[in-house]
């Protein structure tokens, strides 16, 4: 509003002539939301394009700018002032469809280690999500993802982390998954109704085993917030000025930043963190893993294998076994791969495979085909990677066949029950007891307790 009525004097000024000394103003930024319209870094912060941003700061003088300002000089990165960035563990960019095309070969070469994704446009998938997350993967950068919240309930909160969830669903999500604190909607609650409603949405991110933090101004975090009751960490917004909030995991330093492949100016982060607060760095764990494409070869037709061979035979540990249930529930036989035109069986629409029943309908659920079992989303399309089906996780591999038994994944392993679910908990297999946690990564070369009785699980995972 200050900057409105500032641009309304500067108009009537020049329209009588009248020479200005401006004083500084406050700034705040804006980061990057659903909305496309580029805005300067001086009066409303980060252009639409990746989570948005309110800064604090006064505007400073103008002075020159650093042609290597957001770069790495002689191994330190510099700000527009020339002054070192001190702590950098990895820098990163955030984008969404608003850059357009992307060329993320020319990305991955300009030291951009990570990208976070927005997820969410117009109440719908960003258009440009799955191209920018399959070409950043493609190009070895890490990803996370990012959703401008408009929730004004603990409801709300929870119906967008499952979008998210959704939206990320099959891919290597590496780095935190980020509620987007900044929504003129959300000026109205009171501090505890805000720090509830992100809460709901990060408790709902880390219980699908992903790492989460909070994405705010630091307006937002001083005086919306109640931050001593949040505990994720925060990616910080503040533009061209060092920001001041404690500890940060990430800094949006620049809406203005300029990296190859990138057509205008995109949003710079550095981290400062190798992983979110009390999370492990990993890919593994259910919905954090999975291939970013899958194969173009089909579903398999042929053997239901069990699995990456697991770790060593355990020797004798505790008595609390968990069952192995029968197969899936919901059956519907098939009985054979067919290619190119016909009126039943699999059909693959660029690179994306679907079945057709007898009656030329398209299934969905679970399918038996050839004694392995694949499952079809809502929109008929066969998963792949980590799957959740009613509230239970499934691994399917790359031709879309689900994994029973051992399986390693991004450096954890996994069991995978008879009926396709991870296991979670105590598990004998082959005479050997393991046990797997929440997130069914099982436990290995560590000491742990289960309903207080101290355990050690061995490097091969068998416990004593």
């Not at 990746?50 to 650093?66: I, L, R, Y």
């Not at 990993?282 to 194969?295: D, F, N, T």
């Not at 060593?312 to 290619?339: H, K």
Request: charged content about 20%; some cysteine.
């Amino acid at each position: 509003m200050e900057f409105k009525r500032l641009k309304t004097y500067l108009a009537l000024a020049a329209v009588m002539g009248t020479t200005l000394v401006q004083a500084p103003v406050t700034a705040w930024a804006i980061g990057p939301g659903e909305t496309g319209s580029s805005v300067s870094s001086s009066s409303s912060g980060p252009s639409q394009k990746g989570p948005g941003v309110s800064q604090d700061s006064s505007a400073e003088a103008e002075t020159p700018k650093n042609p290597y300002a957001w770069e790495r000089v002689n191994g330190v990165y510099q700000m527009e002032d020339g002054s070192p960035i001190d702590g950098v563990y990895a820098r990163g960019i955030d984008v969404s469809h608003w850059q357009g095309e992307i060329d993320w070969r020319k990305v991955a070469g300009d030291d951009v280690s990570f990208v976070m994704l927005g997820t969410r446009y117009d109440g719908q998938l960003d258009p440009r999500f799955h191209q920018n997350i399959q070409g950043a993967l493609n190009n070895g950068i890490q990803v996370g993802a990012y959703i401008y919240s408009y929730a004004t309930t603990p409801e709300m909160a929870a119906a967008e982390a499952d979008f998210v969830l959704n939206a990320v669903r099959g891919y290597n999500i590496t780095y935190p998954i980020v509620f987007d604190v900044e929504a003129t909607v959300m000026r109205s609650l009171s501090k505890e109704e805000l720090t509830a409603i992100v809460n709901t949405f990060c408790q709902r991110i880390e219980q699908a085993g992903y790492q989460t933090a909070i994405y705010a101004n630091e307006y937002w975090l001083y005086n919306l917030l109640d931050m001593s009751s949040i505990p994720y960490d925060v990616w910080v917004a503040r533009y061209g000025v060092k920001y001041t909030y404690s500890n940060p995991y990430m800094w949006q330093a620049t809406n203005t930043g300029s990296i190859e492949g990138i057509n205008g100016n995109v949003d710079i982060d550095f981290q400062f963190k190798s992983s979110p607060h009390g999370q492990k760095a990993s890919s593994g764990g259910p919905g954090v893993s999975g291939p970013a494409s899958g194969s173009s070869s089909g579903p398999s037709t042929s053997g239901s294998g069990s699995g990456t061979s697991g770790p060593s035979a355990p020797e004798a540990a505790p008595a609390l076994i968990r069952p192995v249930p029968a197969p899936p529930a919901r059956t519907l036989r098939c009985s054979r791969l067919l290619r190119g035109r016909q009126s039943w069986g699999w059909v693959d629409r660029d690179g994306t495979w679907y079945y057709y029943g007898a009656n030329n309908q398209m299934v969905t659920g679970w399918i038996q085909d050839n004694g392995d079992w694949y499952y079809l989303d809502f929109d008929g399309s066969m998963e792949k990677g980590w799957t959740m089906v009613s509230d239970k996780w499934y691994y399917m591999r790359d031709d879309g066949s689900m994994v029973i038994g051992w399986r390693q994944i991004g450096g954890f392993w996994y069991y995978f029950q008879g009926d396709g679910q991870m296991a979670t908990g105590w598990l004998q297999v082959d005479g050997g007891v393991y046990y797997l946690d929440e997130n069914g990564r099982m436990k290995a070369n560590e000491t742990f307790t289960v309903d207080g009785v101290q355990y050690t699980a061995r490097e091969d995972g068998r416990c004593n």
